[in-house]
Nanobody, 125 residues
Framework: QVQLVESGGGLVQAGASLRLSCAASGRTFSRYAMAWFRQAPGKERELVGAVSRSGDSTYYADSVKGRFTISRDNAENTVYLQMNNLKPEDTAVYYC??????????????????WGRGTQVTVSS
């Protein structure tokens, strides 16, 4: 398993942008599919975006499609979530997660088994 540490959250106004980063420990980061989840107060955790090991395949929840971009840099052991045109409903704790896989092309919607501690994103109206 990898150890994951998120950063980049903060308090912004609606319409602003933020870029979240998730740094992974170890030398096998490229063997893990990655994802970003979020959880707002009183709500269940939801998948925001997922990326394959290669970085070529991505998935987005409908609520963020066209505004958020997930990417990864395997040389830097880091996965990113670029968030543009933020809305108050994007307010949540954002978590990155990893899933070991032998398939370099697939993203996954579930089955993640390592999680970071999260970073708070608050969007004011």
């Amino acid at each position: 398993q990898v150890q994951l540490v998120e950063s980049g959250g903060g308090l912004v106004q609606a319409g602003a942008s933020l870029r979240l980063s998730c740094a992974a420990s170890g030398r096998t980061f490229s063997r893990y599919a990655m994802a970003w989840f979020r959880q707002a107060p009183g709500k269940e955790r939801e998948l925001v975006g997922a990326v394959s090991r290669s970085g070529d395949s991505t998935y987005y929840a409908d609520s963020v499609k066209g505004r958020f971009t997930i990417s990864r840099d395997n040389a830097e052991n880091t996965v990113y979530l670029q968030m543009n045109n933020l809305k108050p409903e994007d307010t949540a704790v954002y978590y990155c997660a990893s899933r070991y896989t032998g398939n370099i092309y697939n993203y996954y919607l579930s089955g993640y088994d390592s999680w970071g501690r999260g970073t708070q994103v608050t969007v004011s109206s």
